[in-house]
């Protein structure tokens, strides 16, 4: 992203959010959490971002664990990064939240002596800034005289270039000293420090949005619509946004009426309430993707409050905002009392459109065979812990030929490959992992209870992948069973925020013709299943590609795309099969197992060839197949 390009620059608070799992508890009783990027500057920038214009952030975090996470989600979601500075003394701020009940959010803040707090002048770059339409600048940052010169300096610059300088109040009595460094829920506390620090920044501000709360801390009035006339008489040309949760937002662009209801509203949304912790900040995203683009005033009400409404209805903070594909689906809903959390095309709309980038093709090795490698070991007569041994001698081979480049990637299992799993993440490679049963059918599952409580221990960017052997001719008893089996995956991966790869194979229970696989995908497209990715057999003709590529075209359009697999096919069978389906458009890449590895395995466990040598025949296997891809693909 080019620094001219830049529609807003926040500035201020950046940390890392644990929430707490477990809904309905005290935060002393909870046991696990789940991480994001938070801090209200922040969660504006990737709240923007999400809806289509060009964020940056502008904070300072730790050289650390956490700090790498959040440039690189920064990264993720398309926020310019050049304004994060990388501090070597200072931690990464932390922030830990709860879910209590309908009402109470228990909050601990991180912050003693942490890298957003540190932010000072030097680190407002005044071309940086010049580069942008708007900065929005936070209330908390005004508490410290090193970070208030930081803002300071932002908001001199944009108003030297005819700019727009937005204020979020932000009020966290307990980050300006006026509440026990324990009490982060704490949301109002009278204090006139604060009150005359805000009353000297508002006239430099051409939007100053807030709750009624921070309205009152702003003017030092608990009077709300004179708190609003106060702030007039202070800031003549500002918009002013109040918001009220539940009841939305008024807002005000001109004159202050009598009556509070008479601002400007914009549609509001009845939802279900269950975290209202960051939704402040998803309505500021929804309000300035409407205002920076000029629109009417109750438009971007109506899209701060949609915003407002997402953010309470789901878990977290930032990752919870919706895109702009789920603001427009939600809007044209024309819906004011929507069950968010039970949409099953928004949460689908929401993992398909937040999902990181993939660069493709994908060019997979395939060693995620347990039945087969079994039978090699007793056929051999070797230990068991040498199909640990040559998976990781597969990792070798695939992380030989990508030479780190991207879309190069293996299948590989947990019951035996362990070792060679750690070895793919470290060599960068693109990593898909089986759930199933090997052989089953009907499907079933690998290893004992939840699918969920198994995969909550696998990294989050492994790629599940389910096989099932499905035919249209399958009797409806037999179906049934299946699509179930495969909802249960899906839901768990849904659940959890993992891509699901489901695997067809029809060939091998019926006859393969050009409609046979796409008729599969239908009855699994109705069933509600929308996999991230499928991955199919070679089809006989291009017009078997094609009705597979119309019928998830239709079905789901955000799908990742197919890859091919091998079927321990011959080298020439998989190299026709790419030719006849590399330019497809849904079709995105292979993965290819024993046609690679099948020989070398059987040579290695009768002792007739050493590790490097079943390394070089793999790796120049799995070359041939890649150049055979990239030439049928051109």
């Not at 501090?87 to 209590?100: F, K, M, N, V």
């Not at 000297?200 to 009077?223: F, K, M, Q, R, W």
């Amino acid at each position: 992203m080019l620094n001219d390009e830049l529609d807003v620059i926040t500035i201020g608070r950046s940390s890392v959010d644990l929430y707490a799992q477990q809904i309905g508890c005290r935060l002393e009783d909870a046991s696990s959490f789940n991480k994001a990027v938070g801090g209200c500057p922040a969660n504006i920038a990737i709240g923007t971002a999400r809806l289509g214009l060009k964020s940056a952030i502008i904070t300072r975090v730790g050289k650390d664990h956490f700090g790498n996470f959040i440039i690189e989600q920064m990264k993720r979601e398309g926020v310019n990064i050049n304004g994060i500075v990388q501090d070597p003394e200072r931690l990464t701020a932390l922030a830990i939240l709860g879910i209590r009940d309908s009402e109470q959010f228990p909050l601990l803040f991180y912050r003693t002596d942490c890298a957003d707090s540190a932010l000072n002048a030097t680190d407002i770059d005044p071309n940086f800034i010049k580069s942008a339409k708007a900065i929005v600048v936070t209330g908390t940052h005004f508490s410290r005289p090193h970070s208030e010169k930081a803002q300071r300096n932002a908001m001199k610059l944009m108003r030297e270039k005819n700019g727009k300088v937005i204020i979020d109040l932000d009020y966290r009595p307990n980050l300006w000293g006026v509440a026990s460094i324990g009490d982060g829920e704490a949301r109002y506390v009278k204090a006139k420090q604060v009150t005359e620090k805000l009353l000297s920044i508002l006239p430099e501000c051409d939007l100053i949005v807030g709750t009624e709360e921070e309205i009152h801390i702003a003017s030092g009035l608990e009077n709300t619509i004179q708190a609003i006339k106060h702030i007039r008489k202070i800031a003549p040309n500002a918009t002013i946004v109040c918001k009220r949760g539940p009841m939305g937002c008024v807002v005000f662009d001109s004159e202050i009426p009598d009556c509070l209801d008479q601002g400007i509203k914009g549609t509001g949304f009845k939802v279900t309430v269950c975290n209202t912790l960051g939704a402040g900040d998803a309505f500021m995203s929804g309000f300035l993707s409407g205002w920076l683009r000029d629109e009417p005033i109750s438009k971007c009400c109506t899209y701060a409050n949609a915003c407002g409404a997402f953010a309470v209805s789901r878990l977290l903070c930032s990752p919870e905002y919706p895109t702009s594909e789920e603001l427009r689906y939600f809007l044209a809903l024309n819906d004011h009392n929507h069950a968010i959390q039970k949409d099953e095309k928004l949460t689908h709309l929401h993992q398909a459109t937040t999902r990181p980038h993939q660069p493709t093709p994908i060019m997979a090795l395939a060693c995620d065979h347990r039945m087969q490698l079994e039978d090699m070991i007793k056929e051999y007569g070797v230990s068991v812990d040498k199909i640990s041994q040559f998976k990781v001698l597969t990792v070798k081979a695939a992380a030989r030929v990508a030479e780190n480049r991207p879309g190069f990637g293996v299948f590989m299992d947990g019951k035996f490959g362990q070792d060679a799993l750690f070895l793919a993440s470290h060599k960068n490679l693109w990593i898909s992992r089986p759930i199933e049963l090997p052989g089953s059918r009907p499907l079933d599952f690998d290893g004992q209870g939840s699918l969920g409580a198994q995969m909550v221990s696998w990294p989050a960017q492994h790629v599940i992948k389910c096989l099932c052997f499905f035919h249209p001719d399958d009797s409806e008893e037999l179906k049934s069973k299946q699509i179930r089996e495969l909802s249960r995956a899906y839901d768990a991966c849904q659940r959890l925020q993992r891509e699901l790869l489901i695997e067809i194979i029809c060939g091998k229970n019926g006859l393969l013709t050009s409609t046979t696989v796409a008729t599969v995908l239908q009855e699994l497209y109705n069933a509600g299943l929308k996999p991230a990715w499928w991955k199919l057999e070679p089809q006989a003709d291009q017009d078997a590609w094609q009705q597979i590529n119309t019928v998830i075209e239709k079905n789901d359009p955000l799908c990742r795309g197919v890859v091919i697999l091998g079927l321990d096919s011959s080298m020439q069978t998989i190299i026709d099969a790419f030719t006849t389906s590399a330019k497809i458009p849904y079709v995105k890449g292979f993965a290819v197992g024993r046609t690679i590895f099948g020989e070398p395995a059987r040579q290695w466990f009768s002792g007739k060839i050493n590790d490097e040598e079943a390394i070089e025949k793999m790796g120049n296997t799995f070359q041939i197949l890649v150049n055979a891809w990239l030439k049928a693909a051109s």
